[in-house]
């Protein structure tokens, strides 16, 4: 059985799913919210065994699983009893239901071990996360080209930074992008979304003396820029010609739904390929959604890579199929 850790509305993961079906493989998905319910844990072999099950459904068990894929979302183990109404001290209901909760972290920390302790798993809980910081690190020790990055928190500094880049400077976010939707009755939805931006002059002398840690970049001149999934040492790549569309120069998210970017598949030289998959293992992740720009130097600039990013915007334009190819690799030890 495949287990696959994801979210109700993950269009992605159904996908998958339908080609699993087609595969006659058997699977289990849990979404978050789902009830992940522990029965008995035992330490038999090399790799403890769990018995649990899901929403109230029929017990499984850990050893009967042969893949599992991490691709959204998180487990929900639910506390077995309320102590509070056993306990009146409030200060004391207060630590034994933390005490609780570190006892409920403990056991989804073992879950996530032995569901991820397996060759033909796909992602992971624990390296879920787009740390940009780290990453940049990374791609550089790995040889890729990076931009100049500065973080920053101070007025003077910013403007030596801005000075010594006279084809300007971008400004992005340091962690995962803002987005919030706003609804009201009978209104269409507001929604506010945080864009890599170019800063111009007039923002650097509205800048206070002192602001919080801030991410700048060199504005890269780009030929295209490219999206490239990453699929166990394989990888499937899309070159986006963004920079023929003002709406989309700077930031290739700012669709044009009246006019989209011109997308085609991109074969990627070896050499970059090589050192690609150097920082996808320095990193700790067989697969993930990578971000380049081909610069008009002829460089192959990297910018980040996320670990749970979308692939169908790569997978139909290039026809692809990675929901196939996905659903291949889960099933290769069954």
């Given at each position: 059985m495949i287990l696959i850790i994801s979210e109700a509305l993950e269009h992605s993961t159904t996908e998958v799913i339908n080609w699993?079906?087609?595969?006659?493989?058997?699977?289990?998905?849990?979404?978050?919210?789902?009830?992940?319910?522990?029965?008995?844990?035992?330490?038999?072999?090399?790799?403890?065994?769990?018995?649990?099950?899901?929403?109230?459904?029929?017990?499984?068990?850990?050893?009967?699983?042969?893949?599992?894929?991490?691709?959204?979302?998180?487990?929900?183990?639910?506390?077995?009893?309320?102590?509070?109404?056993?306990?009146?001290?409030?200060?004391l209901q207060n630590t034994v239901i933390e005490n609780i909760g570190n006892e409920i972290k403990t056991l989804k920390e073992l879950l996530y071990f032995i569901f991820e302790n397996r060759e033909n798993k796909l992602g992971g809980f624990y390296t879920k996360e787009n740390n940009k910081l780290m990453h940049l690190s990374m791609a550089k020790e790995s040889g890729i080209v990076i931009p100049e990055t500065l973080v920053c928190t101070a007025k003077k500094t910013l403007i030596d930074f801005y000075k010594k880049n006279p084809g300007g400077i971008i400004i992005k976010a340091i962690g995962n992008s803002f987005t919030h939707i706003s609804r009201k009755p009978n209104e269409l939805d507001t929604v506010f979304v945080s864009y890599t931006n170019v800063v111009t002059a007039a923002d650097v002398k509205d800048f206070p003396e002192n602001f919080p840690p801030t991410l700048l970049q060199n504005k890269i001149d780009k030929k295209f820029e490219l999206r490239v999934f990453y699929l166990k040492g394989k990888f499937f790549s899309m070159a986006i010609f963004s920079q023929n569309d003002e709406k989309t120069k700077v930031d290739f998210r700012r669709y044009n739904k009246e006019k989209q970017n011109y997308r085609v598949p991109f074969a990627l030289p070896a050499a970059l390929k090589r050192k690609l998959k150097r920082f996808m293992e320095k990193a700790q992740l067989d697969t993930g959604s990578i971000d380049l720009i081909y610069n008009t130097a002829g460089e192959f600039v990297f910018l980040e890579v996320n670990p749970v990013g979308q692939f169908g915007m790569v997978s139909y334009p290039c026809n692809y199929n990675l929901e196939k190819e996905i659903a291949i690799v889960l099933s290769n030890a069954v």
């Open positions: 699993l079906r087609f595969l006659k493989q058997k699977y289990l998905r849990i979404n978050a919210g789902d009830l992940v319910q522990i029965k008995e844990i035992r330490f038999n072999g090399i790799i403890p065994g769990v018995e649990f099950t899901v929403n109230g459904g029929d017990v499984m068990n850990t050893d009967d699983l042969t893949g599992y894929w991490y691709r959204r979302g998180a487990l929900t183990v639910p506390l077995a009893y309320d102590y509070r109404k056993y306990i009146k001290e409030r200060p």
